[in-house]
């Protein structure tokens, strides 16, 4: 009889004010694995927002893979951005997601990164 696997889950957030979340998945030298890489960027907009963004730069092992830079809306409210990725991890090596929050005006409310192994 096989057992079936149990898909790992790996997690990590930031809250107020904090700009940087590093996520690192430990390598498995029996095997590849799949990870779907979802990462999301809160910030709470100023009522005054006429100059308000924010920003999003997400890292895979040190190579930037993803950027965006928008306008923050929603003025006395929340605005954000989401960015999805999947990621093929060879069996051996670990993996490091690097997730960065610029803004100007608006202030990071929450950055998370989360990985779920896809089976």
């Not at 979802?38 to 040190?62: C, F, K, N, Y």
């Amino acid at each position: 009889m096989a057992l079936l696997a149990k898909p790992e889950l790996w997690r990590t957030e930031v809250g107020m004010g904090d700009a940087v979340a590093v996520l690192n998945i430990p390598g498995a030298l029996q095997r590849a694995r799949t990870f779907d890489i979802d990462v999301s960027l809160l910030v709470r907009v100023p009522e005054d927002h006429a100059q308000a963004w924010h920003a999003l730069t997400l890292e895979i092992d040190g190579r930037r893979q993803w950027h965006r830079r928008i306008a923050s809306s929603c003025p006395g409210q929340t605005d954000g951005l989401d960015y999805h990725c999947r990621v093929l991890l060879e069996a051996g090596p670990a993996l490091r997601i690097r997730a960065v929050a610029l803004t100007r005006g608006a202030v990071v409310q929450r950055l998370l990164i989360e990985a779920r192994e896809d089976l």
